[in-house]
């Protein structure tokens, strides 16, 4: 049945057999994973509506920088997405319901890019994401509620981001968070409010945040396990 769901779990995806999949030219294919980081692409390459993983990574042609800053559109038709990377590809910005139709995306790396902000709509529908890398953009602020669809996240890398600024409820909805980096930063001050939700984190990254200045006494007492 090509209805988009596996009815066959313990076999074959039954899926696989409605769509065909075709690997893009210059890229490498395995299964259903696209790597398109080997070449310098002059296109967005054709992908797939089977993809199931997708990795660009580190492209110089400025034909293509200006295609990527509207990823979104490209990756819209993936219903099977599960793993996303965008390396250093000059993604300048995240459009609000980037990733609705990406219900089963897993990992997203946008590592290395340009991004300057994010709304609280930029995550819209990714209940199922479990790790997010923002590592390297120039984002400064969290606005409340940022990450408040990512309800399954455990891994968040936000470092070298030149952050100063953290929303009282910019963290608040991570309460499955396990692993968080704010390293190497600008931040000036952590106040009790923005890890106070934080139910489940075991690691929190604050190395070479040289200006900061003032800890709220008691932030950390609920990591006491």
């Known amino acids: 049945v090509c209805d988009g769901v596996i009815h066959c779990p313990d076999s074959q995806d039954d899926e696989k057999s409605c769509h065909e999949f075709t690997c893009p030219v210059s890229c490498l294919c395995l299964a259903y994973s696209v790597d398109c980081s080997l070449h310098i692409l002059t296109k967005f390459p054709l992908l797939s509506a089977q993809t199931r993983s997708f990795v660009l990574r580190n492209t110089q042609s400025e034909k293509l920088d200006s295609k ?26 995240i459009p609000n319901y980037s990733f609705k139709q990406n219900k089963l995306l897993f990992i997203l790396d946008l590592s290395e890019n340009y991004i300057q902000s994010i709304s609280d709509l930029s995550f819209y529908n990714l209940s199922n994401l479990v790790y997010l890398n923002l590592d390297r953009n120039n984002i400064k602020s969290i606005i409340d509620n940022t990450f408040k669809y990512l309800v399954s996240l455990k891994y968040l890398h936000f470092s070298y981001v030149s952050l100063q600024v953290i929303a009282e409820n910019g963290l608040s909805n ?25 139910e489940s984190v075991e690691v929190i990254n604050l190395r070479g945040n040289d200006e900061l200045y003032s800890v709220d006494v008691g932030t950390f007492d609920h990591m006491d396990k």
């Open 68 to 93: 990527i800053a509207h990823f979104s559109s490209q990756i819209s038709q993936l219903y099977f997405l599960m793993g996303l990377g965008i390396v250093n590809c000059s993604v300048k910005d």
């Open 174 to 198: 991570l309460r499955s968070l396990v692993y968080l980096s704010l390293s190497h930063n600008k931040i000036t001050t952590i106040k009790v409010q923005h890890f106070r939700n934080l």
